[in-house]
């Protein structure tokens, strides 16, 4: 059974960081593609960021680009997401998913998410 755990919200202030974990089990990790996508309030959920099974090639939105740092451990079956100078509109429940390459459809069923909220 396909399974994604993320970790790592919470509040910051705006302009401070957070790193998200999301833990996979259920397939072959360093097989798939995977990707972290968000959905603010109000909001359709959207692509925010790639990275192939190797970690060879990496791909982000425009609207974190020079921000947000997508990376994986295979081993550790998890992805991260280094979120930096984060803005208010960052704030947005943030998810993980696998695909069979980059900017591919996801996959599997949600997890819970990652709740970040971003506010003074």
């Known amino acids: 059974q396909v399974q994604f755990v993320e970790s790592g919200g919470g509040l910051v202030q705006p302009g401070g960081s957070l790193r998200l974990s999301c833990a996979a089990s259920?397939?072959?990790?360093?097989?798939?593609?995977m990707m972290w996508y968000r959905q603010g309030p109000g909001k359709e959920r959207e692509l925010v960021a790639g990275?192939?099974?190797?970690?060879?090639?990496?791909n982000l939105a425009d609207s974190v680009k020079g921000r947000f740092t997508i990376s994986r451990h295979n081993a550790k079956r998890t992805v991260y997401l280094q979120m930096n100078s984060l803005k208010s509109e960052d704030t947005a429940v943030y998810y993980c998913n696998r695909g069979v390459r980059l900017k591919a459809d996801p996959l599997d069923a949600w997890g819970q998410g990652t709740l970040v909220t971003v506010s003074s």
């Open positions: 259920g397939f072959s990790f360093s097989s798939y593609a």
């Open positions: 990275i192939t099974s190797d970690g060879g090639s990496r």
